[in-house]
């Protein structure tokens, strides 16, 4: 073991002006790096892509056989086939995943290997550490939806021989940045998980838990809670219709899962001209007609400010608790 | 010595019904190698939090080269190196690039952070595992690269929090080699916590001794024995052939004896000066021969031992006094004075 003091190249940085608000992108880098060499990122990426693979291939031949309508870019976001769901739904499903899975050890993993220690005594913030993973994992799901979107457009030219429409440009731009919003939020819960647990299965499991019964059970819920408060059976149920479909309604919209869908099908479907009851009265004299882009995104404009504060929400519960949580192990 | 570079006052630190700090006054100078020790669970940890700026004190305030430790983390942040008790390091990554990735953060550019890595990794005998992934490290390959990642924003004072936890004795010598260079060539101070204390009395200039969140005693090892030997307490380790009821007679009746108590194979003799001289004329006449003669009270162990029987905590890992008893016991290795 040499002792060498002080090289020059040391004296020569060390006098001159450091910049030590950079620790922000070095973790930023370092993070990203992680999850693009990741065999996790491979794997939801791969699991994606083929979900996206036969919904295309099934899509496809939907379309063909029944020779495609005004849009048929946007078609093939959500057209499925008897067999297989669309690329929306698959989104819907599977987007949750790859946001719990870019997510539920960010914290905790680093405290079992010992890193976290090291890293809260360099001279960074600490919020830079866990700003950093959520900006990490939310640029690495924009790689994700972003390829696949672009995926499926690319399919579309070669099949279809037919370029898209600006129209669908921006709808299918729409879409992917509403997916994309909508994995974030799972990525911040599940990084709160990765806060809160110290075990990262158990941060999984909970983040697991919490995409299932949103995803699956939560419009048996919404059902059953609005048809105990509204019943609609007899004459009172006359009565109760409106309020009964209303209150499920909303509380269907407490799952990101729900608005997720709702928007998609709104954004990419320019013949769905209105979201909830609508009264004959109010569609005497419409016109039967698409409804243009701007149209569209005014529709869905609650759903993703709603969205984009559920992802905020989640991630400034995970920010509270790790600034707050005692560093010692 | 320079001037105190840490400095502590009235720090404490209270976790519920805990005290786990009280009212600490610590005053460490430039370039001083403090060796922080006591058990498990004094507070050692709770200290060095402080002092980072990661654990807020529940009283008291502490400062290092002239910035509040609480109010300024990141100044004080940029000064300070600390090796963790359990330092872990990113798997995937090469020992190099988790180096690089420290001095990044430090906002060195990676060309400054690239070389100072190598030649750090040159100084601590890392060269030959530069390019491996940090996960197949050994234990004591970690801790040597936790010092060269320490060393990576050339700081002015390092804290060591159990620095030779779990490395074997080869690997704890090179590292205190290692502490003492970094003091006395590079004009670093360091202050080390630990529980292993022949480790850290060969390399600590000054040690403070931790009880249940309290100092109770501060000095240089020679200060801190001669406090005991003032007290008028010495400890004498006999080993005789043979051990006789008569020879202990006769050791019994040497003036300033105390006390006889048999110790394994051998005898504790407490007495209230130094008896050495007759013990051995003692047992001369008796025709016993001496196979082992030793004052104890000159080591740290002993220094630490008598501390502790002071404060009237006796550690139960303390009670036996063989170094067989290793498992997170008070010492790894024991100093022995044969005459």
């Not at chain 1, 021989?161 to 974030?184: D, S």
């Not at chain 2, 004080?76 to 990735?101: A, C, H, M, Q, S």
């Not at chain 2, 200060?223 to 008028?232: F, I, T």
Request: hydrophobic share 45%.
């Amino acid at each position: 073991m040499l002792a060498r003091k002080t090289a020059p190249e040391d004296s020569a940085s060390s006098g001159g002006e450091k910049k030590y608000e950079s620790g922000m992108a070095a973790l930023f880098r370092k993070e990203l790096s992680d999850h693009l060499n990741s065999r996790r990122f491979y794997l939801m990426f791969a699991l994606l892509l083929l979900a996206t693979t036969a919904s295309l291939a099934g899509g496809i031949s939907s379309i063909v056989s029944s020779g495609g309508g005004d849009y048929v870019y946007l078609e093939l976001f959500t057209t499925g086939s008897a067999y297989i769901y669309s690329f929306a739904t698959f989104l819907a499903f599977l987007g949750p995943l790859a946001g719990i899975a870019l997510g539920f050890d960010a914290v905790n993993n680093e405290r079992s290997l010992g890193t976290l220690n090291r890293l809260v005594s360099q001279p960074i913030y600490r919020d830079s550490i866990i700003n950093a993973k959520f900006l990490a994992g939310f640029a690495a799901l924009g790689v994700m939806i972003f390829a696949l979107g672009l995926y499926v457009c690319g399919v579309g030219i070669i099949t279809l021989g037919l370029p898209p429409q600006a129209e669908e440009i921006f709808r299918i731009l729409t879409f992917l940045l509403l997916t994309w919003v909508y994995t974030a939020f799972w990525l911040g819960l599940s990084i709160l998980f990765s806060v809160l647990y110290r075990h990262a299965a158990t941060a999984a499991l909970c983040a697991i838990a919490i995409w299932l019964f949103l995803s699956l059970f939560m419009s048996l819920v919404a059902g059953g809670v609005a048809n105990l408060l509204y019943p609609t059976d007899g004459i009172q149920g006359f009565f109760n219709t409106m309020s009964n479909y209303q209150l499920n309604l909303a509380l269907n919209r407490i799952s990101p899962y729900y608005l997720f869908s709702e928007a998609a099908t709104t954004i990419l479907s320019p013949s769905v001209r209105s979201i909830g009851v609508v009264t004959t009265s109010q569609l005497t004299g419409a016109v039967a007609g698409y409804l243009p882009f701007g149209q569209s995104l005014l529709l869905i404009w609650p759903h993703l400010v709603g969205m984009i504060a559920l992802t905020m929400a989640a991630f400034a519960c995970a920010y509270i608790s790790f600034m707050r949580q005692e560093i010692r192990a | 010595m320079g001037n105190p570079i840490i400095k502590t006052t009235g720090l404490s630190k209270r976790y519920g019904e805990v005290q786990a700090v009280e009212g600490l006054d610590l005053s460490i100078r430039e370039g001083e190698v403090f060796g922080l020790l006591g058990p498990n669970g004094a507070g050692k940890t709770t200290t060095t939090l402080m002092l980072l700026g990661l654990t807020e004190p529940t009283a008291g305030s502490a400062w290092i080269d002239g910035h509040n430790c609480t109010r300024e983390p990141i100044a004080v942040k940029r000064i300070v190196g600390y090796l963790p008790d359990n330092v872990g390091f990113y798997p995937d990554l090469t020992g190099l690039e988790n180096l690089v990735f420290t001095g990044r953060l430090n906002g060195l550019t990676d060309a400054v952070s690239r070389s100072r890595a190598e030649r750090l990794l040159e100084r601590v005998g890392l060269t030959y595992a530069a390019g491996r992934r940090a996960g197949a490290y050994s234990r004591g390959m970690k801790q040597r690269l936790g010092i060269a990642d320490v060393l990576m924003k050339d700081p002015k004072v390092i804290i060591m929090d159990e620095p030779t936890l779990g490395i074997d004795p080869e690997g704890v010598r090179e590292l205190m080699n290692l502490i003492r260079q970094l003091s006395a060539q590079d004009g670093r101070t360091l202050l080390l916590s630990s529980h292993q204390l022949y480790q850290v009395q060969q390399v600590c200039d000054r040690v403070g001794i931790f009880v249940k969140g309290r100092l109770i005693a501060c000095g240089t090892i020679g200060e801190l024995g001669r406090q005991l030997e003032n007290d008028g307490r010495f400890l004498l380790e006999l080993q005789a052939e043979p051990m006789d009821e008569a020879l202990r007679k006769a050791l019994a009746a040497i003036p300033g004896v105390k006390e006889i108590q048999p110790a394994g194979d051998s005898w504790e003799i407490v007495s209230s000066r130094d008896v050495r001289p007759d013990v051995t004329r003692a047992a001369a006449e008796r025709g016993a021969a001496i196979l082992s003669l030793r004052q104890r009270g000159g080591d740290l162990d002993e220094i630490y031992r008598q501390y502790f029987e002071k404060a009237g905590d006796r550690d139960d890992n303390h009670e036996d006094a063989r170094p067989e008893n290793g498992s997170g016991g008070l010492r790894l290795f024991r100093r022995r004075k044969k005459v």
